[in-house]
């Protein structure tokens, strides 16, 4: 059975899934309920100075696909509105009764080094920290106090942050990145220089979820308005696996230990993350939209897909794609992959004929006959004309119905730097 230990900064847990920095982690009680329903390790909800933040009253914001399911939440809660001792002295007692998890707790300042310097000082005395988190991405609220995404979005002041707290406390220095920026990069290297032990990523996206016709306003809606938050769920993830995978490819950053976070929902998420180069991951609104036990099928899911595919440890798997994402003028231009649909599995709906025909390449033909039956239909894809851009296998609703079948040309891996249709390409010199 695959050993699911996770080690990051030093960090322990008997798993890589941890609860992150949001409303599942405010208090001891619903750190409790998820370590008893088998959580590796939380991030305690955001810690600020006294006296605590005030927080509105409706708070989240959902996009949903039209059978209700949530594609994303969208959150303007803002940072822990508890008295900070109150948080410490249970931070204390939930270490105290289960040792074997992984406590980290996320604090956020404003920009001074007394502010930042004192409270990391303050949670680290509790001994009960595992690690702080630096929150420098929230992009809601406390931004516009000057904290959170102000200065996340700061190369220079992710560094400052990050060596204020390293020469205060004697603790593991998670900083946590906010997608908020141009290249992410920027943020990564800076926490690098400045002394952290990792980075976590992504914090929510900067957002809009929806407007409210009615009330003409952006939703959540706070008595006749709104206003932006922060927006996570799984249409985030595909923003937090680039952006994983950027600082693991890249040459400042890599080794850097990373916590993945972004709408991971099932163990194959976890999975995907822990391939682009992360370390653990970070779950939220997973856990809001099924609660904690969710955590079980993760643990399950994971462990019997590494068994299957022979990885032993999570150190075995960790940053195993990376080697493949590359540029895209390094990808081999003479690759060509064909449409196949199977006429078995085709229930005729035709789905995949509309959208090529509307959108693509036209490269679906309809018969009639064959031995399909009375009025039934055939799709046959036309191979001159399919240029394998693989929206008919996403659209069919059929599982297996259209795969993609690579050719086998027999031609070399070229680049478009010297693909000879390059008319920037220069061309070799003659002997």
């Not at 231009?333 to 005729?348: E, G, Q, R, W, Y």
Request: with cysteine; aromatic share 6%; glycine share 10%.
């Amino acid at each position: 059975m695959a050993d699911l230990r996770s080690t990051i900064a030093g960090i322990r847990s008997p798993n890589p899934f941890w609860l992150a920095s949001a409303p599942p982690t405010d208090k001891a009680y619903n750190v409790v309920r998820a370590f008893k329903a088998g959580w590796g390790g939380v991030v305690w909800k955001t810690l600020g100075e006294d006296p605590p933040v005030v927080n509105v009253s409706s708070r989240y914001g959902a996009h949903l696909d039209t059978d209700r399911r949530m594609i994303g939440f969208n959150n303007i809660e803002l940072i822990s509105d508890r008295p900070l001792e109150v948080n410490l002295q249970e931070i204390i007692q939930v270490k105290r009764d289960w040792p074997d998890r992984a406590m980290v707790v996320s604090l956020m300042a404003a920009m001074t080094e007394t502010s930042w310097a004192g409270l990391a000082r303050r949670i680290a005395e509790t001994g009960a920290a595992d690690g702080l988190e630096l929150n420098l991405g929230c992009p809601h609220g406390m931004c516009e106090r000057g904290m959170g995404s102000a200065i996340g979005q700061v190369p220079e002041m992710v560094e400052q942050v990050t060596r204020w707290v390293k020469n205060a406390v004697n603790l593991p220095v998670i900083v946590k990145l906010t997608p908020n920026i141009t290249n992410i990069l920027w943020s990564a290297e800076a926490a690098k220089r400045g002394g952290a032990d990792a980075v976590s990523l992504i914090n929510t996206v900067n957002s809009i979820v929806a407007v409210d016709l009615d009330a003409m306003a952006p939703t959540p809606v706070v008595d006749g308005k709104g206003s932006h938050g922060g927006y996570c769920g799984p249409a985030v993830k595909p923003i937090a696996l680039n952006m994983v995978a950027e600082i693991a490819r890249n040459p400042d950053t890599r080794g850097l230990p990373v916590s993945g976070i972004g709408g991971i929902t099932t163990w194959r998420d976890a999975a995907e993350f822990l391939a682009l180069g992360a370390t653990n991951v970070q779950v939220c609104t997973a856990a809001m939209t099924y609660g904690f036990k969710i955590v079980e099928d993760m643990i399950g899911g994971l462990s019997n897909w590494m068994d299957g595919k022979g990885y032993r440890t999570l150190d075995e798997l960790s940053g195993r794609a990376v080697r493949n994402v590359v540029n895209w003028n390094d990808l081999n231009m003479n690759f060509s992959t064909k449409a196949v649909i199977d006429p078995a599995l085709c229930i005729d709906c035709g789905r995949c004929h509309i959208v090529c025909e509307d959108t693509s390449h036209q490269a679906i033909r309809i018969d009639r006959g064959n031995g399909a039956g009375e009025g039934r239909r055939v799709f046959t894809v036309v191979d001159g004309d399919c240029v394998g851009c693989n929206l008919c296998s996403h659209i069919c609703p059929v599982p297996d119905c259209i795969t993609m079948v690579p050719e086998q040309t027999g031609l070399p891996y070229v680049t478009w730097p010297n693909d000879a249709r390059n008319p920037m390409r220069v061309p070799e010199s003659a002997d």
